[in-house]
């Protein structure tokens, strides 16, 4: 059974930093893509980044480029998000998905985590 | 990255059938064949229900179909059912990025 579970969430004050990470389990993790998806309260589906099986492509909506990373580790079957200087528009649910392609990352999602809350407020 | 156009709300009787739209460019919708759909039921992680436009996932019922004519994707549910009153969002693939559409609400009458 695939399962992703997403932890690093919480409450940051503006301008600081978190880091989300997501244990991935019951598939073969280094063969297929992952991504990063939020959520704000209330509100609709967001893409936020993506990384290939290797690392070798990543790509960033263009609200979050220049601050967040993804970054993943094979070995450990983790998917990592590096957030920093956080806005109080960054607030929202965040998602880990599996790409359903192999290798390459074409932005569909078959499985998905529960998601972890992130707060950005003073 | 404007996200993709779709219909704030569509509604239907049980049994009837209702189509989603979801609109965009020749930059993502137009020009890759990776369209999906995702329904959402509140307080829940989103569901796969359609992939590379047309494709079904395993347990996904025939009801759920997908279509795509030039920079518009479609999603239809035949035979409407309660249990699919929920948000649909579609995504599409945009070179290198996701783009997802801006969400519909169905609800059965």
């Known amino acids: 059974e695939v399962q992703l579970v997403e932890s690093g969430g919480g409450l940051v004050q503006p301008g600081r930093s978190l880091r989300l990470s997501c244990a991935a389990s019951g598939f073969t993790f280094d063969d297929y893509a992952m991504h990063w998806v939020r959520q704000a309260p209330g509100k609709g589906l967001e893409w936020v980044s993506g990384i290939s099986w290797n690392s070798g492509s990543i790509g960033y909506a263009d609200s979050v480029k220049g601050r967040f990373t993804i970054s993943r580790d094979n070995a450990k079957n983790s998917l990592y998000l590096q957030m920093n200087s956080l806005r109080a528009e960054d607030t929202a649910l965040y998602y880990c998905?599996?790409?359903?392609?192999?290798?390459?990352?074409?932005?569909?999602?078959?499985?998905w985590g529960q998601g972890t809350l992130v707060t950005v407020s003073s | 990255q404007s996200a993709l156009t779709q219909p704030r709300s569509v509604s239907g009787s049980p049994g009837q059938s209702v189509t989603i739209s979801c609109t965009g460019t020749s930059s993502d919708v137009g020009g890759y064949n990776y369209v999906s759909w995702y329904q959402q039921h509140p307080g829940k992680a989103p569901k796969l229900m359609i992939y590379d436009v047309s494709k079904r996932p395993s347990g996904v019922p025939d009801r759920f179909s997908g279509s795509k004519s030039g920079n518009t994707a479609s999603l239809t549910i035949s035979g409407l059912q309660a249990e699919d009153e929920a948000d649909y969002y579609c995504c599409s693939y945009a070179g290198s990025r996701g783009v997802f559409g801006t969400g519909t609400k169905v609800t059965v009458l």
């Open positions: 998905a599996k790409d359903t392609r192999i290798a390459v990352a074409v932005a569909q999602f078959d499985y």
